[in-house]
């Protein structure tokens, strides 16, 4: 195998439709970096200009000086952000029109300026090719390359959310944050607190989360921090609504503390998942709902003569479209995936887009998946009234819905034939993203539907390595539990069939 063949193996391996993310085959190197890095700079033409830089964790900071050695080959300046969150380097690229990237140790996210995606059709394949040769041959550098400096946008980044959100005159609240020791141990002491950094101090990991801090000077927030802690040493943790293990730490804190609420953040700082005062997660959908609710209320003040429209995915409960509605706005479904999702944010104007697994979308912030941003609109939801959290979310999910179901197969087409077949003359069919049955029922009937979708891409790994088998996506909703469960069943044992 050549060296220009094995080059571009390595990179074909980590770039996808939209994102570069190593494998456990094929992992992140400084030099497939450094060398993503020089033709981002030439592919966006940012010679001579500034491109901002974030990480997540300490351990990402080899490969964030290899994009910044890679970077200044090419002529850029290296504008360095430190520890950010992935909403905050859209902010940057956004308020400064600069290009920008964010480094992790298995992913890179570029961003054009004014906080722009590059996928495959709009400059990655482009970046992609050009790395080749500079992996091959090496970085060439231009007479005079770029240098490197830091700034703190975190003031900025902090007033930007408040400017959105204000939480002046909320009750007070008691509020247990896990940080998943990421990008959220730095975004929320200042965002929430007065920026005085109370709200990391103490004793923050699980086994000594029993010191709660003030989340600042004045401020009606006492926030209980969970994995604030930075250690590269440490792993992660990670919250994923879908596996409750992940979740366990927070739900026991909240009750532990008698807290109000629980927020729990993924790494990045994009996804957050909300506890109430119970323990009990609440749906992502029923937060979709509250979150559609005061972004159409903000937006019809803000701009009352534009029709107002709210995004969502294929597989959020059918509540957030009704409450999408019944408050003056249309609900337009999208494919799931944030990639679709800002695209169609972009084209239509609206003014939020809501995901099922905690993802939420902000216009008004360069559409960034913010999980800071959706936190404060719950923090703004309970604060401003008596209720308890878990009245609410009862109130914004009404419906029985299963979550997402993961299932592995071999034969995707064979597993949508046998549901059209089962369910043809009981379900009306789309297949927008996947297939999606809507069960032809009358008024007085329980309505169902389901989605069954492919997981998304990933990364083909090389012919001779084994290829991960196709996972498929259910999601299924009925009026009642009873009609969700035999739903799900069936459709259940028609996968497994395979």
Do not use: K
């Not at 101090?201 to 926030?223: F, K, Y």
């Not at 943790?237 to 879908?242: G, K, N, T, V």
């Not at 249309?330 to 944010?345: D, F, T």
């Amino acid at each position: 195998m050549s060296a220009q063949t094995d080059a571009a193996a390595r990179l074909d391996a980590v770039v996808s439709q939209d994102e570069v993310r190593g494998t456990a085959d094929q992992p992140l190197t400084g030099q497939m970096v450094a060398a993503l890095a020089a033709a981002f700079v030439d592919e966006v033409g940012a010679r001579s200009r500034d491109v901002l830089v974030g990480y997540d964790r300490g351990e990402a900071i080899e490969l964030a000086a290899a994009f910044a050695q890679g970077a200044n080959a090419r002529g850029a300046t290296v504008v360095d952000l430190g520890v950010c969150s992935t909403d905050e380097i859209r902010f940057g690229s956004g308020t400064l029109n600069a290009p920008a990237a964010r480094i992790t140790t298995s992913s890179l996210t570029l961003l054009r300026a004014g906080a722009q995606e590059i996928g495959q059709d709009h400059g990655l394949g482009g970046i992609r090719d050009r790395a080749v040769g500079y992996l091959v041959e090496g970085t060439a550098p231009v007479a005079t390359p770029g240098t490197r400096r830091t700034l703190d946008l975190m003031p900025d980044y902090a007033a930007g959310l408040r400017a959105i959100v204000g939480l002046s005159g909320i009750r007070p609240l008691t509020v247990v944050v896990d940080a998943g020791r990421g990008a959220a141990a730095v975004t929320v002491p200042v965002v929430l607190g007065d920026g005085s950094g109370a709200a990391a101090e103490g004793r923050t990991t699980r086994d000594t989360a029993d010191t709660a801090g003030d989340a600042g000077r004045g401020s009606p927030l006492t926030i209980v921090p969970l994995f604030f802690d930075q250690d590269p040493n440490l792993p992660p943790h990670p919250i994923d609504p879908a596996d409750p293990t992940t979740l366990t730490d927070l739900r026991n804190a909240v009750i532990q503390h008698a807290a109000d609420l629980g927020l729990g953040f993924d790494p990045d700082g994009g996804r957050c998942v909300v506890v109430d005062e119970t323990g009990s997660v609440v749906p992502a959908s029923a937060i979709g709902a509250i979150l559609a609710r005061q972004v159409i209320a903000q937006a019809r003040i803000e701009t009352p003569d534009r029709d107002q429209l709210v995004l969502h995915d294929l597989t959020v409960s059918r509540f957030v479209a009704e409450t999408i509605e019944s408050n003056g706005a249309a609900a337009v479904p999208v494919p799931v995936g944030g990639a679709p999702m800002r695209a169609e944010l972009r084209s239509t104007g609206a003014v939020l887009g809501c995901g099922h697994s905690g993802d939420y979308y902000f216009p008004r912030f360069w559409c960034a998946e913010s999980g800071l941003l959706a936190a404060m609109y719950v923090l703004a939801e309970v604060g401003f009234q008596s209720r308890p959290l878990s009245a609410l979310a009862t109130d914004a999910m009404p419906y029985a819905h299963s979550g997402e179901i993961s299932v592995a197969v071999d034969d995707l087409p064979g597993v949508y034939a046998r549901i059209v077949d089962a369910f043809t003359g009981s379900a009306d069919f789309e297949e927008v993203d996947g297939l999606t049955a809507i069960g032809m029922t009358s008024v007085d009937e329980p309505f169902w539907w389901f989605n069954v979708r492919p997981s998304h891409p990933v990364p083909q790994r090389a012919p001779e390595q084994q290829q991960p088998q196709p996972v498929v996506r259910l999601t299924v909703e009925a009026a009642t539990p009873e009609v969700m469960v035999r739903i799900r069943d069936a459709v259940l044992a028609l996968v497994a069939d395979d």
